[in-house]
């Protein structure tokens, strides 16, 4: 079985004038929530094989969390520039490219694409949007990547 879990970055102070949206730091309650999110992962007993994530600073912000809390290893993460905002087919594309036979992948992303992405996955299985912190864990009947990517896998099937 594969498991996938997406995820939304932590919340992000606002954006400032004349300030990038690519260069916003999580705010202190979005670190806490990053924390707990990982906490509860790994009281789940879920053990990461790879952590993809868009280099946005808010992303690599929580990315750098989980990393942390579940003692990931460092060589484990990698930035995908083209997660950034990006729409389901380019993170399908980034899952593709860079999964590294990975059996338990997550990724941290942006509404809506990381939301619509895991509807499209779910069949409509799961809420409408994630909230800032919030993940969906996915398994599909598979025994790795390269089966779900050709269309091999059934469909996704969320976890509670």
């Known amino acids: ?86 729409e389901p087919r380019a993170i399908r594309a980034g899952i593709q490219h860079h999964h590294a036979h990975a059996t338990t992948l997550l990724v941290v992303g942006h509404n809506p694409g990381i939301s619509d992405f895991g509807r499209e996955l779910a069949n409509g299985l799961v809420p409408a949007h994630l909230p800032t912190a919030g993940y969906w864990r996915l398994r599909f009947d598979a025994q790795d990547w390269r089966q779900w990517l050709r269309g091999e896998a059934a469909r996704a099937q969320p976890l509670s």
Request: aromatic content about 4%; overall charge neutral.
């Open 1 to 86: 079985m594969a498991e996938l879990i997406l995820m939304r970055h932590a919340a992000a102070v606002p954006a400032a004038e004349n300030a990038s949206d690519f260069e916003r730091p999580l705010s202190s309650r979005g670190r806490a929530a990053a924390a707990l999110a990982a906490r509860q992962l790994s009281r789940s007993g879920v053990e990461l094989d790879r952590l993809l994530y868009s280099p946005a600073r808010r992303t690599h912000e929580t990315a750098s969390i989980l990393a942390r809390e579940l003692a990931l290893d460092p060589a484990a993460l990698q930035a995908l520039p083209d997660l950034y905002a990006a």
